[in-house]
């Protein structure tokens, strides 16, 4: 079974830092379009960071400047490393991407940044 697996999540102090990984498991091809987002209680989900092969990392303005988006394509896995985090940053994490035609979704990674 395809799927996208989150880690990385937790509870840290504003100010500090974690790095959120999404691991595809089941496929024998690679993930396209990877892509981080996140849902405040309350809000809607919203995009975080993406990357493709064809352009430049995107963020959300709350975020430039202080998480980065990566990939090993070897290992199928995006990473979200996230810096500076600020008690706003509190959500859950989810990744999606594009495994063969088909979009996926994680099952989501809960971030809390205590003030």
């Known amino acids: 079974q395809v799927q996208l697996v989150e880690s990385g999540g937790g509870l840290v102090q504003a100010g500090g830092s974690l790095t959120l990984s999404c691991a595809a498991s089941?496929?024998?091809?690679?993930?396209?379009?990877p892509a981080w987002h996140r849902q405040a209680p309350g809000k809607q989900r919203d995009l975080v960071a993406g990357?493709?092969?064809?352009?430049?990392?995107k963020y959300a303005q709350a975020v430039k400047g202080r998480f980065t988006i990566s990939r090993d394509s070897a290992k199928n896995t995006v990473y979200l490393q996230m810096n500076s985090l600020k008690p706003e940053d509190t959500a859950v994490y989810y990744c999606?991407?594009?495994?063969?035609?088909?979009?996926?979704w994680g099952q989501g990674v809960k971030v809390t940044v205590s003030s």
């Open positions: 990357i493709n092969d064809y352009s430049p990392p």
């Open positions: 089941g496929s024998t091809g690679g993930i396209s379009a």
């Open positions: 999606n991407a594009l495994i063969g035609r088909s979009n996926f």
